[in-house]
């Protein structure tokens, strides 16, 4: 997998800019786009179930790096399942969204993490756990350990998030963030025999537009 | 590879929306449409207007069949109600505990429906009226329709349909006969989808080879990104009211078969050279595609697709698969849009010439009568 990079002219430029494409995935209904919106736009509402895939570019300027982040969301219903290998080709980072009010939704998130792992290395993918809906705490069918203990044997980021009530929604994508640039540090530190292609980023084509 | 030209794309104009006096006109007496071929004809040219679309809709879909008279629409209205409350009251009384082992239904009762078209009035605020009616039509369809179960875009096919109608039972029968058109798309296998996407690409491959194989070098020939043009029928690209003007438009089924896939054909051909020239990649193409959505102007659209059905049937060497594909010459094969109800008075006198004549602005329309004459023998 080509890790899309951009040094910058390193000399009068210190800061690096990055750009990852990250991936949603998940059940129907899980909270998918209500994440998506919510960490892009800070607000909740009633959207239109994905059909296919909708796109939201995030440009965020961190102190080490700019990282250009394009998100991915997919249609969660499993007839849609045959298309959505489309759409996390090439991508850097998954969130596997499950409803902690549905317990069916975590097993779904699980046979997605199987599809990830045949078709990607463990080092070649950033993967978050993500439990949403902490909202409906009365309704709750996971508990966070079970969530937690799921992520820690497979080595997944793990949180647990409301995008509803804005719940730990930032927190998740920074952390995921966070875990590529740690990754893009290691490998400078020790660099690979895997190429990196650079690749000019696009004059700031910033679209947070959602369908 | 051997090159198929097509010629020029020719010009295109449009006209104004079927007018209520134009419908009535059409009329016989006892509410008999006159000349389906006309009238069909003239709302492909220019649509309908507004107030006609909850009368002619139930034609265009087959609810109504065109031959019928006021008395006998009015008959098939009260039995149709009466089948309608039936099933929807076998769904009212499934018990919750019933409920939580069937699966199908619970797949209905989950929330898409009230994610549907939202910032329309019709279906704005909490328990809105349109969206209990969406809700409880598509329960019913499921009682209509055990097999397929829900799937995620068929409340994308209702919404506008009820909209119109402003009828429970008149868009629950709209939608069976629009279901009935949309119905592989949403199979297990999505058969449909992947057939459209087949044909669609011999279509372009005619159109633009190179385009084509531009989109093979980029890993894109299968012509991906047009999953939910087709999968919805454009339903996500337009704007709510271009989406009534052009779904009323393809329900005529002229000037072809499959002239939808041609309208994919005119938006793809719009945007190849930006494609192209800034060497798009895969992914890249996909979010092109994507972000179309809202863009398109849907009568330039329309036009665009109309001239290029023009050049396909002006083509005296047009591929076998091509031809088979948009229904010309004597092909046997033709989209099954009717309902099965009482139509057979209805298949008969949709089988004449499909292009009468009909007033338009300027006279580019040689070309398509020519075309006609090609494929008079066409069942609609």
């Not at chain 1, 895997?194 to 679209?207: F, K, M, W, Y």
């Not at chain 2, 003239?42 to 879909?61: V, Y």
């Not at chain 2, 930006?274 to 798009?280: A, G």
Request: charge should be negative.
């Amino acid at each position: 997998m080509a890790w899309v990079v951009t040094q910058g002219t390193s000399l009068e430029e210190p800061r690096p800019s990055y750009m990852y494409k990250m991936v949603l995935l998940g059940s129907m209904s899980v909270g998918k786009s209500s994440l998506a919106y919510r960490y892009m736009r800070n607000d909740f509402r009633e959207l239109l179930p994905t059909v296919g895939c909708s796109f939201f570019m995030q440009t965020l300027q961190l102190d080490e790096a700019t990282v250009k982040f394009e998100i991915w969301d997919t249609a969660g219903q499993e007839k849609y399942q045959s298309v959505c290998h489309l759409y996390y080709r090439d991508a850097h980072a998954a969130l596997l969204v499950y409803d902690i009010a549905n317990k069916q939704t975590l097993s779904r998130a699980k046979l997605w993490l199987e599809e990830l792992e045949k078709r990607f290395l463990p080092d070649e993918i950033v993967i978050a756990l993500v439990g949403n809906k902490t909202d409906l705490a009365a309704e709750r069918e996971v508990t966070s350990e079970e969530g937690e203990e799921f992520a820690r044997t497979k080595g997944l980021l793990f949180m647990e998030t409301s995008a509803k009530s804005n719940y730990q929604v930032n927190d998740v994508f920074m952390a995921v963030v966070q875990e590529l640039l740690r990754r893009e540090k290691e490998k400078a530190s020790k660099p690979s025999s895997r190429g990196r292609s650079t690749v000019e980023l696009r004059a700031s084509r910033v679209v947070t537009r959602c369908c | 590879v051997f090159q198929i030209d097509l010629g020029k794309q020719p010009e295109v104009s449009r006209r104004e929306p079927v007018s209520a006096e134009e419908w009535a006109k059409n009329m016989d007496s006892e509410g008999r449409i006159l000349d389906v071929d006309y009238i069909k004809r003239l709302i492909f040219k220019g649509g309908l207007c507004h107030t006609l679309r909850k009368e002619a809709w139930k034609f265009l879909l087959g609810y109504f069949p065109w031959n019928s008279t006021k008395e006998e629409r009015a008959n098939l209205q009260k039995r149709k109600t009466d089948e309608y409350f039936r099933m929807k009251l076998q769904w009212k009384s499934v018990s919750e505990e019933q409920e939580k082992r069937n699966s199908r239904l619970r797949d209905y009762r989950k929330k898409d429906v009230n994610r549907t078209d939202r910032t329309n009035k019709f279906y704005e605020g909490e328990d809105n009226p349109g969206l209990i009616l969406l809700h409880d039509i598509l329960m019913t369809y499921c009682m209509n329709d055990f097999d397929l179960g829900y799937v995620q875009g068929m409340s994308d096919l209702l919404s506008p349909v009820l909209y119109v109608m402003e009828n429970e039972v008149d868009a629950f029968w709209c939608f069976v006969s629009y279901m009935d058109q949309m119905h592989q798309n949403f199979e297990e296998q999505m058969q449909g989808m992947k057939t459209q996407l087949i044909q669609l690409s011999h279509l372009l491959r005619l159109l633009d080879s190179g385009f084509c194989s531009y989109l093979e070098s980029q890993d894109s020939g299968y012509l991906y990104f047009c999953f939910r043009w087709l999968l919805i029928r454009f339903k996500r690209e337009f704007s709510f009211q271009d989406i009534l003007r052009l779904w009323e438009v393809m329900w005529t089924e002229l000037p072809c078969q499959n002239f939808h896939l041609l309208l994919c054909c005119a938006i793809l051909e719009s945007e190849k050279q930006q494609i192209m020239d800034k060497h798009y990649g895969f992914n890249e193409i996909l979010k092109h595609i994507n972000e179309l959505s809202m863009k398109i102007d849907v009568e330039y659209i329309l036009c665009k697709a109309e001239a290029i059905s023009m050049q396909m049937m002006n083509c005296k060497e047009l591929p076998q698969t091509v031809s088979e594909i948009l229904g010309i010459e004597n092909s046997s094969a033709t989209p099954d849009s009717d309902t099965g109800e009482d139509e057979s008075g209805a298949e008969l006198s949709c089988a004449a010439s499909l292009y009468q004549s009909v007033p338009t602005a300027n006279g580019t329309r040689d070309g398509a009568q020519q075309a006609a004459e090609t494929q008079s023998l066409t069942p609609a």
